[in-house]
């Protein structure tokens, strides 16, 4: 079973729209991902024959946006 994690929520156009929202989405993110990774967890525990996997979006969306800035040699992408 596949689960993702949310990718930063304080970089969307809707959240950079006023000051102090990107804090407050990040900090809605991370309490997410947290809950999320917590609970895979507890559900690895009771079905341990069960591959659980989590898609990590959030450092998807980071290496993307790392990569951005440095020239997008890797994913191609140079604005963001």
């Known amino acids: 079973?596949?689960?993702?994690?949310l990718?930063?929520?304080g970089?969307?156009?809707?959240?950079r729209l006023v000051p102090g929202n990107p804090a407050r989405y990040d900090a809605m993110t991370l309490a997410f991902n947290a809950t999320l990774e917590s609970e895979l967890a507890r559900l690895q525990?009771?079905?341990?024959?069960?591959?659980i996997?989590?898609?990590r979006l959030d450092n998807l969306l980071a290496?993307?946006?790392l990569d951005a800035q440095q020239g997008g040699q890797r994913y191609g992408i140079l604005h963001t």
Not at 1 to 5: E, K, L, P, T
Not at 11 to 15: D, G, I, L, R, W
Not at 45 to 51: I, P
Request: charge should be negative; proline fraction near 4%.
């Open 1 to 5: 079973v596949m689960f993702f994690s």
């Open 11 to 15: 970089v969307t156009p809707e959240a």
């Open 53 to 55: 996997l989590n898609f």
């Open 45 to 51: 525990g009771d079905f341990g024959g069960a591959r």
């Open 63 to 65: 290496n993307i946006l």
């Open 7 to 9: 990718a930063s929520l």
